[in-house]
């Protein structure tokens, strides 16, 4: 079975310093990974995903996320936080060997607020 | 536009009184899923499909059905909604449900079950 923890369900940063939002996985095989990120009032967008090519990933708006299998970790990062980037992120894993075709599995989501 | 579309997006219901979600999609993407969102415990699969006829619960299908007659459309049915179906539900596709596949969502419909 597969699973996600999103290690903080805040993060509260300044505009212009780095962003850190951390993500656990649990999974039987090597799975995909995906950061999406939703807006206020709004759907979710792809932000970056990860499919066992390389294990930096970089994604829209300067995030990145890199794949760490020892650690278990699929941490999202960006240099320097941009008003723009307050909304709810969500780290998804994907495994469909076995019994979990097709089916996604969402941590809790971790909601980031940028003060001036 | 690639898009997914969901109506209602806004809707108030009472217990019991059957409603249809409906969920569109124009790039004739294969795999189409069905999520509810729920404060602190992040987005949770109901339904999905993969291709027209073919249906398969997800983690949490009680009290919930689907049906895939068209490519296009995936409509969510609540034959007796409860309250504790009050939620922010999610419509999903992508090309063909692959590992790597990413997924496109439509812009959320919010039910409230008085």
């Known amino acids: 079975a597969q699973s996600v923890t999103q290690l903080d369900s805040h993060v509260s940063v300044s505009e212009g310093t780095p962003v850190l939002l951390r993500c656990n996985y649990s999974?039987?095989?090597?799975?995909?990974l995906f950061w999406y990120v939703q807006h206020p009032n709004k759907g979710l967008q792809l932000l970056l995903k990860?499919?066992?090519?390389?294990?930096l990933v970089k994604g829209i708006n300067g995030f990145e996320a890199e794949f760490k299998k020892s650690e278990t970790s699929f941490h999202l990062t960006k240099p320097s936080a941009h008003m723009s980037d307050a909304a709810e992120y969500f780290c998804?894993?994907?495994?469909?060997?076995?019994?979990?075709?097709?089916?996604?599995?969402f941590g809790q989501g971790t909601i980031l607020t940028v003060h001036p | 536009e690639a898009q997914v579309t969901q109506n209602p997006r806004y809707l108030i219901t009472v217990t019991g009184k059957k409603l249809t979600v409906t969920c569109s999609q124009n790039?004739?993407?294969?795999?189409m899923s069905w999520y509810r969102q729920d404060p602190g415990l992040g987005l949770r699969q109901i339904y999905y499909?993969?291709?027209?006829?073919?249906?398969d619960k997800g983690d949490v299908p009680e009290g919930y059905k689907v049906s895939r007659k068209e490519k296009r459309n995936f409509p969510l049915i609540l034959e007796s909604p409860s309250p504790n179906q009050t939620s922010l539900y999610f419509c999903?596709?992508?090309?063909?449900?692959?590992?790597?596949?990413?997924?496109?969502f439509g812009p959320g419909t919010r039910l409230t079950v008085l």
């Open positions: 999903a596709s992508s090309f063909d449900g692959g590992e790597t596949d990413t997924q496109y």
């Open positions: 999974s039987s095989y090597s799975p995909s």
């Open positions: 990860y499919t066992s090519a390389a294990t």
């Open positions: 998804v894993v994907s495994d469909f060997r076995g019994t979990s075709y097709g089916k996604l599995t």
């Open positions: 790039m004739n993407h294969e795999y």
């Open positions: 499909s993969m291709n027209v006829e073919v249906t």
